[in-house]
């Protein structure tokens, strides 16, 4: 193995996990941390399996992610509800 090849570890471990997924430790243990299996490492330790992470960052973009494209229509851009009975449109009257 070359100077410039780098092998990522296969356990991630607690302290590091959230940086991992470019997120913050309350935010993982809310929404990621229940999804996943903890290893226990030496006495204290915890760590968690950087393929399941994948995954789980997969499924994540799979339901809320959309493609950055500003000429593409936006598929899930809500259109706004015009009226077109109105006396005057953009009135609001109480």
């Not at 299996?37 to 973009?61: H, N, S």
């Not at 950055?68 to 009135?91: C, F, H, I």
């Amino acid at each position: 193995m070359s100077k410039n090849e780098y092998l990522l570890p296969r356990l991630i471990r607690l302290r590091d996990v959230s940086r991992y997924l470019g997120m913050d430790r309350h935010l993982f243990n809310k929404e990621v941390r229940p999804f996943l299996t903890e290893i226990p490492i030496g006495i204290q330790g915890k760590a968690f399996d950087r393929l399941d992470l994948d995954k789980w960052v997969d499924y994540y973009k799979e339901r809320s992610g959309r493609p950055y494209n500003k000429r593409l229509e936006l598929w899930d851009a809500k259109e706004r509800q015009d009226s077109t009975d109105v006396e005057n449109p953009g009135m609001l009257i109480n």
